[in-house]
C-alpha cells in the first residue's frame, strides 16, 4: 500500500517512521526539508508538494496543526481535492474541530474522496514507540480497512463513530486532561501551603480514588519543575478553544473547560506557552505566591 504522509512535525515525524519500518511505501511532504530529508533517508520519497502526494497516493494520511490548516491541504490550491483520484481517503490525524472534519469530508466526498478522522493521544514518546491511542470517526468499511496499518502506529486503534467522531473523542480527551491537571496544581499548592510536604501528599493519595494517569504523569513533573514539553500550553489552547465552539454549538455547558482555558490563557500572558501544560501549577504559584517544593 503506499501511503502518502504530510505534516512531519513533533508527531507525524515518528509516526511515518514506523509506517516506514513497517514496510509500507511512503511519500512525505512538510514544509520543514530537515524533516523531508529524514524520511527521504529511510527510504520515503519526498514531495515538492502536497500536490504530488496526493496524484500518487490513494491513501493520504494529515497530521497538521489544527483546522486550517488541514483545510489548506484538502482543499486549498493544489490541495488533495484538486489532485487526488476519486475512490482515493484522507485520513487525517491532527487534534481539529469536528465541525470543520465534517466541512471538510463533505467537500471531498463531491469528488469521490473519502475521509476518516483519527486523532492520537500519547504525546511523542508513545509516537516514537508506536503505542499511541487513535480515536476514530468515519465509515465503519474504511476504519476495518486500514486498522492494521493504523496498529503499526498504535497501541490501541478504537472506532468511535461517523466522521467527526474520532475529534469528539480527542476534545473530551483534552477537557479531562487540562481539568485533571488544574486539579493537581490546586491540590499541590494548597497541601504546600497548609504546611504538608507535597510529594508526599502526592504518594499519599495516588493509589486511592483521586489517582490517575494525569496525575502520575504531571505531579513528578511538577515537583521536579520540570516543563520543557510534552504538549505545549499552546497546543492545549487551541484543543479547549476547539471543544468551546464545539461545545457551544451543541449547547453542551463547559463551565470548568472554560475555566482551564482562562489558566492557560494567563499562562501565555506570562510568556509560558511553550512550557507543557504541566506548567499550570506556575499559575496557582503566582496566586499563590509559593513555589511548589518537594
Ligand atoms: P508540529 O507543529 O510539531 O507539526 C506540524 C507540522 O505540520 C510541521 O512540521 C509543519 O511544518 C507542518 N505543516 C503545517 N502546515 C503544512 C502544510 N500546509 N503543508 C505541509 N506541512 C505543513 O505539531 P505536532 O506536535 O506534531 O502536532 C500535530 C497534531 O497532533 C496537532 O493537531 C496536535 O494537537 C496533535 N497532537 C500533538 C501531541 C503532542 O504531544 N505534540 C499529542 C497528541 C496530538
Known amino acids: 500500500m503506499k501511503i502518502g504522509f504530510i505534516g512531519l512535525g513533533i508527531m507525524g515525524k515518528p509516526m511515518s517512521k514506523n509506517l516506514v519500518k513497517a514496510g509500507y511505501d511512503l511519500v512525505v511532504y512538510d514544509f520543514n526539508q530537515a524533516a523531508l530529508d529524514e524520511l527521504a533517508e529511510l527510504g520515503a520519497k519526498a514531495a515538492y508538494n502536497t500536490k504530488e502526494v496526493a496524484e500518487e497516493c490513494s491513501v493520504i494520511i494529515t497530521m497538521l496543526p489544527n483546522s486550517p490548516h488541514v483545510r489548506a491541504v484538502a482543499l486549498g490550491e ?163 478553544n476547539n471543544a468551546i465552539n464545539a461545545a457551544q454549538s451543541v449547547s453542551s455547558p463547559v463551565p470548568m473547560t472554560i475555566q482551564a482555558m482562562g489558566i492557560l490563557q494567563n499562562l501565555k500572558e506570562d510568556g509560558f506557552e511553550k512550557d507543557d501544560h504541566g506548567a499550570i501549577v506556575k499559575y496557582y504559584e503566582k496566586l499563590a505566591n509559593t513555589i511548589l517544593r518537594k
Open 78 to 240: 493544489n490541495g488533495i481535492i484538486e489532485a487526488a483520484k476519486s475512490g482515493s481517503i484522507l485520513i487525517d490525524m491532527s487534534s481539529i474541530d469536528p465541525t470543520e472534519s465534517k466541512a471538510i469530508g463533505a467537500s471531498l466526498l463531491e469528488k469521490g474522496i473519502r475521509m476518516m478522522d483519527a486523532p492520537v493521544s500519547g504525546g511523542e514518546p508513545k509516537a516514537i514507540d508506536g503505542t499511541l491511542s487513535v480515536m476514530v470517526g468515519g465509515n465503519r468499511e474504511d476504519f476495518d480497512a486500514y486498522y492494521g496499518m493504523l496498529m503499526t502506529m498504535a497501541g490501541s486503534v478504537t472506532y468511535v463513530g461517523e466522521l467527526g467522531a474520532g475529534n469528539i473523542a480527542k476534545l473530551a480527551n483534552q477537557i479531562v486532561v487540562a481539568l485533571n491537571i488544574s486539579a493537581v496544581a490546586e491540590a499541590l499548592i494548597f497541601a504546600q501551603k497548609a504546611g504538608a510536604n507535597p510529594e508526599r501528599v502526592y504518594e499519599a493519595i495516588r493509589g486511592g480514588l483521586a489517582g490517575s494517569t494525569v496525575m502520575d504523569a504531571k505531579a513528578p513533573l511538577m515537583l521536579a519543575r520540570k516543563f520543557d514539553p510534552g504538549f505545549r500550553i499552546e497546543l492545549h489552547i487551541k484543543d479547549l
